[in-house]
């Protein structure tokens, strides 16, 4: 456990009982104990390793106390600890304000967990400043990479916003940990969603041909949304030729060179054109010259780079 000035002081005042803590926090600031009491909230047990070492950074304190030690933090005593110090009315403002930072945390963290590209295809179509207070929460990498995926006014728009940011006003915490919440009932539907195309693709597949195409055809008369989704699951390498230029752009940016060059190499001259068109001639050398050499991976190794970009692909075509 990393343990900083404000993590000790949280943990020292947990173990020096409610009395003893109540005396120091009287000669604290409001900011100063939102700070200690957040970290506090954040505990619910303290390790004997972890109360040595702080109590041993307070070597008489700990000589007068230790019997009344107190290792499991509860929300009676963090209740009791505000009160005795701030009064019953800014005890409970502050306790509150504490549990919304801690909801919008454990939301957002669940977020993290999702796909990129499924969180695009869910916010896309928010206010920019949610979007952006959204990446503000977010960590870095996952920010940077939904922020890739938007499209480019949105994106500066975005980072405008993020740039003149100074706080949930406008939105405010509970609308906003309200917000994170449907994006994550949308996110894990679309799921769900993905598995029954995955099924009828997997239907497809096994009649004819042209009892397949009639189906799509008539799909896209009666559902086109639906008809495209299932379409971009179907989607297979050879199909790069016919999308729009904008995707191979994005594709040529976000995939590593080397690997899309070994899975080029054995396509026809028709798809390693459509790419020719949208790299820069730097590339295009680059790739021209893998191309005249030996393919040097297994098959197996091969066929999972192809999986891998057919998945990159159609994540693309999904949000889009």
Known sequence: MNLNGKKKSAILLALIGIEKATEILKELSFEEIESIVIHMSNMSFISDDIANQVLSEFTD???KNAKKCENVISKNFIL???KKSLGEND???LLNKIQDKK???NSIKKLQGIDSLKIVDAIKN?????IATILLYLNRNKAADILSFLEDKLSLDIVKRIAKFS???KIGEIEFIEIINNLLDICQGSVFNKKGIITVVELLKLIKKDKEEKLLNDLI???KKLAQKIKTEMFEISDIKNLDDKYIQRLVKMYPLDELFEIIKIEKDELKEKFYKNMSQEN???MKNFCSRELSISHDMLQKKRNKLLNLIKNILYSS
Do not use: T
């Open 61 to 63: 304190l700990f000589h």
């Open 284 to 286: 295009i050398d680059r």
């Open 80 to 82: 009791s600890l505000l």
């Open 126 to 130: 928010e206010h920019p400043q949610i």
């Open 91 to 93: 005890a409970n403002v």
């Open 103 to 105: 909801n919008i945390f």
């Open 221 to 223: 008369i009666s559902d």
């Open 167 to 169: 706080g949930l006003k």
